[in-house]
């Protein structure tokens, strides 16, 4: 009887781990997907708003500007809160040895998107002069550009996500913890 019990509680323990440590692998990269997702919706957001801001400006010039500004606030934090949370998400999470590389680019890129996020929500004070403004859309935009070249944390952040893909693709799959 007591051998019978060992080797039911070996069987299912055998088949159990390995159903464990694939279920912890598929978590983690779900949850770095969302994360990814996260990151363009935010982006995305961030995009809108800028082309709406240009656009008031267009037709009411800058009282019309900064009456936009004021009015899509809430809109603008959410979006950088978004994205700051991606950037958490980066600089606590642990990945297995084949993604080190590409986790390693991204934190080095995770600076400069945070000064890209704080100067982006400086543009949305609640009351503000027209040149703090400008100054606050000229740091903004001074910070935008470092996320765009090939180091920056678009970049780093794709080539991780890309990596992810393919090692998950892969035919034995990718093991997660």
Known sequence: MNKTL????????????????????????T?????????????SEIS????DIIE????????????????NKSRAVEAVEKMRSVCDYFEKVTVPGKLKDELAAVRAAIPDMRRFLDSYENMFHEVMLESEFMSYVHEMSQSAAALDDNGGFFYAES??????????????GLLWL
């Open 48 to 51: 809108r708003i800028t082309s």
């Open 159 to 172: 080539a991780f996500m890309k990596k992810l893909g393919r090692l998950r693709d892969r035919r034995h």
């Open 6 to 29: 060992r080797n039911i509680i070996s069987a299912v323990g055998t088949l159990l781990i390995p159903l464990v440590l694939v279920l912890i692998s598929h978590h983690n990269i």
């Open 56 to 71: 008031a400006n267009r037709s009411g010039g800058m009282p019309q500007t900064l009456n936009y500004v004021r009015e």
């Open 31 to 43: 949850t770095a997907k969302s994360h990814d997702k996260a990151l363009y919706e935010g982006f």
